[in-house]
Structure formats: C-alpha cells, structure tokens
C-alpha cells in the first residue's frame, strides 16, 4: 500500500520527465549561447573545470533532493562540507591510511544524519530549526579544531584524485555516477523509495498504511549527510586543504539545484536525473557569469529569484491539481 495513488505516481513520473526535457534544452541554449559569445567557454580546460564543478554540487543536491522528497530540508549540508574537510585533513596529518580517514570522516556524516532524523521524529523539532542548529555547531565545530586557520600538506595521493580523470571524465564526475546510480535504483525501483516519497505525500497516511515513518525519515538524513561528508572529502582533495567555511552557502545552492531540477519543497517530488539538471545549470550560469565578467554576486541573486520563481509555479501546479 502507499499514500499515493498509482495513478498520481505516473501523472508526477510524466510531469517530471516534461520538467527534466525543458531543463535539458534549456541547458543546452545555454551552453549555446555562452560558446557564442565567448571564446573561452568551449574550450577543455572550461568544460573540465565545468565537469568538476559540477559534480560537487551535484553530490550534495541528490542528497538534498531525497530529503525534499519527504518534506524536509537539510540546512547543515555546507557545514557539513566544510567539517569534513577539516576531519580528513587532520586525520590525514595525524598519519592515517586515506581509506580510514575517508571511511570515518563519512561514518561522522551519517551519525550527524541520523542525529537530525531523531531530532526531528523523537525530539519534534522541525528539520528547518534542527539542521539550522547543526549548521552553526558544525561550523564552530570546525573553526574551533583549526583555529580558524587551513590545514594544508596533505598527502600527494590524496589530492592527485580529484585532478585526474579515466577515460577522459574527470574522476569527481566517475563519483557522481557512482553516487547517482544507487540513488536513482533505490527512489524508482525499491520498496524504500516508494515509502519515500509516500513520506512526502502524507506522513499519517504513510503511517496508517504500515510504513515505518521514523526509519525512513532517519534514513533520508544519514543520506543526506553523508554525501555532503563526501562532498567535503572531494572538496579538501580538490583544494589540497581542509577549511571549516569551503561549504558556506552552499546548502543554498544545492536547495537551488534540486527545486531546478523539479523538487517540490512541499515533499513527494523530485528526482536524481533532474538533481543533475540543476546543478549543471547553477554551476553553467556561474561559470559562464565568470567568463563574461559579470558581477559574482549577480549569480546569487539569479540564484535566488530561480528558487521564488519555481517555488511560486509549483504552488500553483498543486492548486490546480
């Protein structure tokens, strides 16, 4: 059983299909016009650059994104960015294997994860006020274990990967799929998933059709979480530093990505596929506003009034429905 109804699952499916087609050609005018009016746009340094900057952002929006689905909101994710970063570049200082500094610094993003979930399920606290909370902790947190200084000298090993690639894709693109693709299996193709978005629809009618509100709302925070730990692993490999504010204002941007790409912030939509869709068109209109020398904070303006706009059109799809 699930709160919503098959027939409203195929008219939201058709609904996000249309949505992720205009946001793919739209994308593509873009990177049209930008190739038009720049030289430098289409060149492989700018699309690598591209590529890689994107696949930060698109980390942490898929995780946003299944936190939207049910109706919540994860403020913490930039913080969260920029705590681990500080967490594996100490422990990496401090001489431990990547593998254990990479594997206990994503251990910290899902305890945080699930600390938010029961917060929110046991404690009643909205998920608004409680990742708010932990964006501030978490912040402090960071600048507190570094004095507010960078930790830099990380192992050459370490910070070789995100400036590789195989087979010609950046290797922080490769992490996106192998992000991307265990997302999209579990919302579109698992019981999880549709309990999920059942979460989203109705909270009480999931309940009353015998889903286990609680673990599913624990389970999209430890998500979210942890792939903004990882987001801030890639991000100290990318900038061979670990810094407590690399992830300031970036829970703003992947809100952005994800309602972009079709998230609705009143729960029980959204999707990977349109995540990635977002964050390619967030990180095209800051890269091309870069090469065309606009003023930076013109983007987060722009970024801003994206989010009212789509926000308002999907208020009105759900009066008219």
């Known amino acids: 059983m699930s709160a919503i109804s098959l027939e409203s699952r195929r008219s939201l499916f058709n609904t996000a299909m249309l949505l992720n087609l205009t946001l793919f050609l739209l994308l593509g005018a873009m990177w049209l016009g930008l190739a038009l009016s720049t030289d430098t ?24 994104t299944v936190v ?6 994860d403020l913490s994710v930039g913080a969260m960015v920029g705590f681990s970063s500080v967490i594996v570049s100490l422990m990496l200082k401090a001489g431990y294997p990547i593998p254990v500094a990479v594997g206990a610094t994503l251990a910290l993003g899902a305890i945080v994860g699930l600390y938010h979930g029961f917060a929110i399920r046991r404690l009643g606290i909205p998920p608004f006020i409680i990742t708010l909370s932990s964006l501030s902790v978490l912040t402090g947190a960071g600048l507190l274990l570094t004095g507010g200084s960078t930790i830099s000298g990380l192992p050459p090993e370490f910070t070789s990967f995100s400036r590789g690639s195989f087979a010609g894709v950046p290797n922080l693109f490769w992490m996106v799929i192998v992000v991307a693709v265990p997302i999209y299996l579990l919302l579109n193709h698992t019981a999880v998933g549709r309990h999920i978005f059942a979460v989203g629809s109705s909270p009480e009618a999931a309940r009353l059709s015998g889903i286990n509100v609680d673990r599913t709302v624990y389970l999209v925070y430890a998500i979210s979480s942890t792939l903004a730990a990882l987001t801030g692993v890639l991000t100290a490999s990318r900038i061979s530093i ?16 994800s309602v972009i790409g079709g998230a609705s912030l009143f729960g029980a939509i959204g999707g990977v596929a349109g995540s ?14 870069n090469l065309l020398n606009v003023n930076p904070f013109w983007q987060q303006i722009i970024t801003g009034l994206l989010i009212v706009v789509i ?5 009105l799809r759900r009066t008219r429905r």
Do not use: K, P
């Open 311 to 315: 926000v308002y059109f999907d208020q």
């Open 41 to 64: 746009f289409w060149t492989a340094n700018n699309i690598t650059n591209l590529f890689r900057q994107t696949a930060l952002l698109s980390v942490i929006a898929i995780g946003q």
């Open 276 to 289: 990635l869709l977002g964050a390619m068109a967030l990180t095209t209109i800051n890269n091309g506003a």
């Open 68 to 73: 939207i689905i049910t109706g919540g909101i």
């Open 242 to 257: 670990g810094l407590a504010t690399t992830g300031m204002g970036w829970e703003l941007q992947s809100i952005a990505a």
